[in-house]
């Protein structure tokens, strides 16, 4: 903050933000709302309806996304069913985990959301600690950034963000400022199930990892294909 790259107007340049922070500057974000609703609406068609958030940390934005998201759909969520977990600690989010399904089948939850791809490690050893059946007891929707994604151990649903594709758009939003065409103040990217997710294709990667002055994306992807 306070620094020409941000203050001073006429240099293309994009951030990735959650809003648009600063009045010059065009940010790209990831759609929280449409991942919720996705999410959310699969649950229902599945016909679960007590569901819990796993959160990486209590963000009130966040929370009020979500609580806002279950008054729409008419789900409860009381708060012992949101909780959170630090990412660096995987033992506490797994002890979270076997907390929440402790207790007879009706008084606990039926799906979980993981709000974090770096909790995923956890929830997966809290449910085999806790003996629960993902998905025939346990529907989980884990949130996901694609390529890096790796397949679950166990069979839960992702939902995620193609980081290939900010880093596309970012790049589309920078060639036009150049070329002095006007550019939305906020792009907002939408989750993808991880069925429906395509890399992309070899030229759109070459350019891509070239702006990030390395092969590692292209590489990461060829190892996920």
């Known amino acids: 903050a306070g620094t020409p790259i941000l203050g001073e107007p006429g240099i293309p340049r994009v951030a990735l933000a959650s809003s648009q922070e600063y009045p010059h500057v065009p940010a ?33 934005h966040l929370k ?26 995987q033992e506490a989010v797994s002890h979270v985990v076997q907390l929440l399904l402790r207790g007879p089948a009706a008084e606990r939850p039926d799906s979980l959301l993981v709000m974090d791809d770096n909790l995923v490690e956890g929830v997966t050893a809290g449910l085999v600690a806790a003996g629960v ?15 890096l994604a790796h397949a679950p151990v166990l069979p839960f649903h992702v939902l995620g963000y193609d980081l290939g594709a900010a880093l ?9 400022q150049r070329q002095g065409a006007s550019v939305p103040g906020l792009t907002m990217l939408p989750a993808v199930w991880r069925q429906d997710w395509q890399p992309a294709k070899p030229r759109a990667r070459a350019a891509v990892a070239r702006a990030m002055g390395s092969r590692q994306l292209e590489n990461t992807e060829a190892k996920g294909s």
């Open 168 to 176: 596309r758009t970012g790049l589309d939003l920078i060639d036009r």
């Open 28 to 60: 790209i974000t990831f759609d929280n709302e449409q991942w919720l609703a996705q999410a959310l609406d699969f649950l229902q068609r599945r016909g679960r309806c007590q569901v819990a958030v796993l959160f990486p940390a209590f963000d009130p």
């Open 64 to 89: 009020e996304q979500v609580n806002r998201a279950f008054t729409a759909r008419g789900l409860a969520c009381p708060p012992y069913w949101q909780q959170a977990a630090r990412w660096n600690d």
């Open 133 to 147: 059946r993902v998905p025939d007891e346990l529907d989980v929707v884990a949130h996901a950034n694609y390529p």
